[in-house]
């Protein structure tokens, strides 16, 4: 079993920027791929970024060039720096870990606005 647990969201202004951050417990393997999605009111949830234990990412074409995903395998963190935040951005972001045979886990989501 593995707990997710998110911080970092807020309200911020358009053009503003937000780290997000989420530390797994509980049994982790470093063939486990960690990132974010993000879910809009009415929309479904969509992949934002993914991350290997090597860094090695990947990144909706929507926030590329934008936002960067890292990961501190010490830590069982992962963190989502979003620079250039744009309105269409908000959405409540979630946690996510793959298992390298399909099983997911999630975290309890956090709210990102960007609104003036």
């Known amino acids: 079993q593995v707990q997710l647990a998110e911080s970092g969201g807020g309200l911020v202004q358009p053009g503003g920027s937000l780290r997000l951050s989420c530390a797994a417990s509980?049994?982790?393997?470093?063939?486990?791929?960690m990132g974010w999605y993000r879910q809009a009111p009415g929309k479904q949830r969509e992949l934002v970024a993914t991350?290997?234990?090597?860094?090695?990412?990947n990144y909706a074409d929507s926030v590329k060039d934008r936002f960067t995903i890292s990961r501190d395998n010490a830590k069982n963190t992962v963190y989502l720096q979003m620079n250039g935040l744009k309105p269409e951005d908000t959405a409540v972001y979630y946690c996510n870990l793959r298992r390298l045979w399909g099983e997911m886990y999630w975290g309890q989501g956090t709210q990102v606005t960007v609104s003036s």
């Open positions: 991350a290997t234990s090597g860094n090695s990412a």
């Open positions: 509980g049994s982790t393997f470093k063939s486990d791929v």
